[in-house]
């Protein structure tokens, strides 16, 4: 296993950020750990790259413990943050070599690796440019590919698309799909449940500090989910009417909008029928309706 724990658990002082967590990430794998805020998502990153200490527990990554070994896992590490934490006074490759000090890289391998990285996430005409005059999306690529000069067996990215436009969403993707191919191993975190369906092999939901289920997001949403979800956005005047004549179908309801399941599309024919004029969107289920199903639709943060 990449990182194995058992029974972890991280507490500051009377709150409990990570509750009895059990987690296995095989090798060049992509593993993802959703919740909402406040789920203990980030504190179980940081005690992965050895940042935080565990309070209870066990916890290896490569097969070292985090509290004997943390020098030798950071040196295998490649870490993206949710912050820009980039330095505004270096130009973008000169952020990527200072870097690579860090890691005892020599100068000319460094400067190699530098403009490999920028050309790989497309950043290649940038390489002199200063940090304050890059866009959001090309800090978020440029904090990738600081992460890589090390050439790391695991890459920890924490939320690394919040914010961005789906061009560079859809180029990170396009990337870390690459380097999975490659047989390097992601640790990922996001709001973004497409993002975590696209890219995860197997998703930890997490909520309230534990973990409440794990596994593919097929088998997630075969295991919580009917195969078809029926979105409606009903006047609240029609809500309760909608609601008692198609009590029988199970759904939610959120605001304005409806959502009904169903094990087929004829399920939902006399629905539609009644309402001809309601906006609808028929679709398969998604990982997104899962974490919704567990972990609620109410506004914690």
Known sequence: MIIEA???HKRYGDVVAVDSLDLEVEPGMCYGLVGPNGAGKTTTMKMIYCIVEPTSGSLEVFGLDVRAHPREIKARLGVVPQENNLDPDLSTCQNLRVYARYFGIPKDIAAARCHELLEFMHLGDRADAPVPSLSGGMKRRLILARALMNEPDLIILDEPTT???PQ???LIWDRLLELKERGITLLLTTHYMDEAQKLCDKVLIMDEARSIDV?????LIRGHMLPYVLELRVDRKLTAEVLERFRH???QASGQNLYFYGNTTSEFDDLTGAYPDIERLLRPASLEDVFLKLTGREIRQ
């Open 6 to 8: 058992g029974s972890l």
């Open 163 to 165: 914010g961005l436009d």
């Open 168 to 170: 560079v969403r859809h």
């Open 215 to 219: 596994g593919s997001p097929a088998e």
């Open 249 to 251: 179908l199970e759904h």
